[in-house]
């Protein structure tokens, strides 16, 4: 049996073993410094953008009910009289937050 002198030469990519016998072995290698996946690193962006997709969107609706309740009070406070505006305005608040509870129903679902 003969010495076996292992060293290490270059610490960049490549390891480079010698034994005794005067042979040499040269062998690229690869240090994985992430901890966590790259694949589930994008799943967890791809679900984190889509959620924030969802919540914008429903942010955009729930503002242009409020814009189209609040011209459409608007436009029965000129028409009508005070005791109708009382009673359309409070369907029409009662409307919007239905529409509300639902589109956060679904968005949840």
């Known amino acids: 049996m003969g010495r076996r002198d292992i060293g290490i030469v270059d610490f960049s990519n490549k390891i480079e073993i ?53 011209i459409s009070t608007i436009i029965i406070i000129i028409i009508s009289n005070t005791t109708k505006i009382i009673i359309i305005t409070s369907d029409i608040i009662l409307l919007s937050l239905e529409i509300m509870i639902f589109f956060c129903y679904s968005a949840i679902l």
């Open 18 to 70: 010698e034994n005794g016998a005067g042979c040499r072995y040269e062998a690229n290698f690869r240090i994985n410094k992430s901890i966590i996946p790259v694949k589930v690193l994008s799943d967890v962006i791809a679900i984190i953008t889509i959620i924030i997709i969802i919540i914008i969107i429903i942010i955009i609706i729930i503002i242009i009910i409020i814009i189209i309740t609040s």
